[in-house]
């Protein structure tokens, strides 16, 4: 069992930066991937970056890459989403998963995920 606690959103202008973290409880975090996603209002759920459980690979939507950055400490039982030119489409609620399976199919899908936090909000202002 991995309970996730997210942190870090704000209000912020377009091409400010704000940086997103994930605390998970438990001893078994890393040998968990970990992913965010977003859900704006009146859309579905959207992924945005995943990271595997030993930090060798990352995945960004396309929406998100050279702006975005996913990271994670397995000391500290933390990821975080730095996010740099932030744009008025990114405001949403930013949602932190966890979940045992690998590879790009997975982690870029939230049925790869068995664990969800509750969200944070992101507000970007034009």
């Known amino acids: 069992q991995v309970q996730l606690v997210e942190s870090g959103g704000g209000l912020v202008q377009a091409g400010g930066s704000l940086r997103l973290s994930c605390a998970a409880s438990?001893?078994?975090?890393?040998?968990?991937?970990m992913g965010w996603f977003r859900q704006a209002p009146g859309k579905e759920r959207e992924f945005v970056a995943a990271i595997n459980w030993s930090n060798s690979n990352t995945y960004y939507a396309d929406s998100v890459k050279g702006r975005f950055t996913i990271s994670r400490d397995n000391a500290k039982n933390l990821v975080y989403l730095q996010m740099n030119s932030l744009k008025p489409e990114d405001t949403a609620v930013y949602y932190c998963?966890?979940?045992?399976?690998?590879?790009?199919?997975?982690?870029?899908?939230?049925?790869?995920?068995?664990?969800w936090g509750q969200g944070t909000p992101v507000t970007v202002s034009s």
């Open positions: 438990g001893r078994t975090f890393s040998r968990y991937a």
């Open positions: 998963a966890a979940g045992t399976y690998s590879g790009s199919y997975y982690l870029t899908n939230s049925r790869g995920y068995d664990y």
